[in-house]
């Protein structure tokens, strides 16, 4: 394969060493390009993938020149909108001090440090310690480790059980896997997690007939404040404050799964301040950095530490290759500053107030069932005829990316610096695209 080599002064090689001219197809199956794509068809060849090449505030641009307003904020992460230079700027200042080094056993970093002490001064609970992954499943598998593993430090061994809700989405590693209620991602991976039981997304008293709870037997109970990829779906009201009372009464421990709700997606840091909850663990990624650089982590409340702490012999046996790396700690911190200094939180309230009155406007009880969703993250429940896969591809014909989640939920949860005008041309294409679709469909 013929390359494009640039070469720097004094015969140095560049980033660009590794870019093909020619691009040759595999010669077992012609066509597929060598990167296996998540949630993809591996079949998929590279006509339908769309190549996104650059990108400006809450727009991007694919590789004919095509502009597309970015309504889910790449995969709901990036909060602060695209092409930060002072994000990139924090993180390339960092890396020319201390590119990398682990932070096992006896070795921190001042980045790291300066990252756990501002995400513990805005954590929902008091007096918080941080602990840090490279993204959302990582920080959620972390999150079920360190509860069972409290509860057998606290002389509870016996309290092991996971109850988690359907529909919801936690990840993709194992324990996050098994927690996550959607059937299909589940299939076909074997063996799951033990211990870990479902229960309907807004249903106490389901919860309430578990025998595991009557038992003793339960360690925690993880919930998302909003049920984001599982189909946007807000915590009905009073239900995260009965999760509260009812973890109390069994001496479990309430894991709120904020990947996608912190950061201002909910007009507050946290989804758990917007509801009014304290948590005893909180699991976060995607908006920490905006997804500039691969980031996430737990905040640990005092019942999970407390335990952790007691025996000054004890060893943490846990931890991942980049926990701690100083450069995503950079670019973290550039970009919490960013949302505080422009309190892009508030804009939360304005995408509710545009975009989602505005979805809720194309409900028509036929072709859209309903517009669900609060402040920044919304979605349209379709009509059975009308397949929310065909309407984004419509959509994108109309320069608005949004994300399907199953045959009949349209997702959006765009950027906090999407501009009003920007929102109603989402809600005119997802109006335009739906009726695309009808009309293909009947």
């Known amino acids: 394969m013929r390359s494009l080599v640039r070469r720097q002064a004094g015969g140095g090689r560049s980033m660009m060493d590794a870019v093909p001219l020619d691009r040759p197809d595999r010669p077992d199956r012609p066509g597929l390009p060598a990167f296996l794509h998540p949630f993809a068809r591996p079949a998929a060849g590279r006509e339908a993938f769309l190549e996104i090449v650059s990108a400006s505030g809450a727009e991007v641009l694919d590789r004919g020149g095509r502009r597309y307003i970015d309504a889910l904020a790449s995969l709901w992460y990036c909060n602060v909108g695209h092409g930060r230079g002072e994000i990139a700027e924090a993180v390339a200042a960092q890396m020319r001090k201390l590119d990398t080094f682990h932070t096992?056993?006896?070795?921190?970093?001042?980045?790291?440090?300066?990252?756990?002490?501002?995400?513990?001064?805005?954590?929902?609970?008091?007096?918080?310690?941080?602990?840090?992954?490279?993204?959302?499943?990582?920080?959620?598998?972390?999150?079920?480790?360190?509860?069972?593993?409290?509860?057998?430090?606290?002389?509870?061994?016996?309290?092991?059980?996971?109850?988690?809700r359907r529909p919801s989405y936690h990840g993709v590693t194992y324990a996050a896997m098994t927690a996550t209620g959607l059937p299909a991602n589940r299939e076909g991976f074997g063996p799951l997690l033990p211990e870990v039981v479902q229960v309907p997304f807004d249903d106490l008293s389901a919860l309430d007939a578990l025998p595991e709870a009557s038992e003793g037997r339960i360690a925690a109970v993880i919930a998302e404040p909003v049920i984001a990829a599982g189909g946007v779906y807000p915590a009905p009201a009073g239900y995260l404050a009965g999760l509260r009372e009812r973890c109390d009464s069994w001496g479990a421990f309430l894991i709120l799964d904020e990947v996608?709700?912190?950061?201002?997606?909910?007009?507050?840091?946290?989804?758990?301040?917007?509801?009014?909850?304290?948590?005893?663990?909180?699991?976060?990624?995607?908006?920490?950095?905006?997804?500039?650089?691969?980031?996430?982590?737990?905040?640990?409340?005092?019942?999970?530490?407390?335990?952790?702490e007691a025996d000054e012999a004890f060893v943490l046996r846990h931890g991942y290759t980049f926990s701690g790396h100083p450069a995503t700690a950079a670019a973290a911190l550039a970009n919490i500053e960013v949302l505080e200094?422009?309190?892009?939180?508030?804009?939360?309230?304005?995408?509710?107030?545009?975009?989602?009155?505005?979805?809720k406007g194309l409900v028509d009880g036929d072709t859209v069932l309903e517009a669900r969703g609060t402040m920044g993250i919304w979605a349209l429940g379709l009509g059975a005829d009308i397949d929310a896969v065909a309407v984004r591809d419509a959509l994108l014909d109309r320069g608005v990316i949004a994300r399907p989640l199953g045959p009949t939920s349209l997702a959006f949860c765009p950027p906090l610096v999407i501009t009003d005008e920007q929102m109603r041309t989402c809600v005119s294409g997802a109006g335009e695209a739906i009726a695309e679709v009808a009309v293909r469909s009947r």
């Open 104 to 164: 096992f056993d006896r070795f921190t970093n001042p980045v790291a440090d300066a990252l756990a002490e501002r995400l513990a001064a805005l954590a929902p609970m008091p007096d918080a310690r941080v602990f840090l992954t490279s993204g959302g499943s990582e920080a959620v598998e972390t999150a079920v480790k360190l509860a069972r593993l409290a509860q057998f430090r606290a002389g509870h061994p016996g309290r092991t059980v996971i109850v988690s």
């Open 260 to 308: 996608v709700c912190g950061f201002g997606r909910l007009g507050e840091w946290w989804g758990a301040t917007h509801y009014g909850v304290r948590p005893d663990l909180v699991t976060f990624a995607k908006g920490v950095t905006s997804g500039y650089l691969p980031l996430g982590g737990v905040l640990v409340g005092s019942a999970v530490r407390a335990p952790l």
């Open 341 to 359: 200094n422009e309190a892009l939180a508030v804009r939360a309230l304005a995408i509710g107030q545009h975009l989602g009155e505005g979805l």
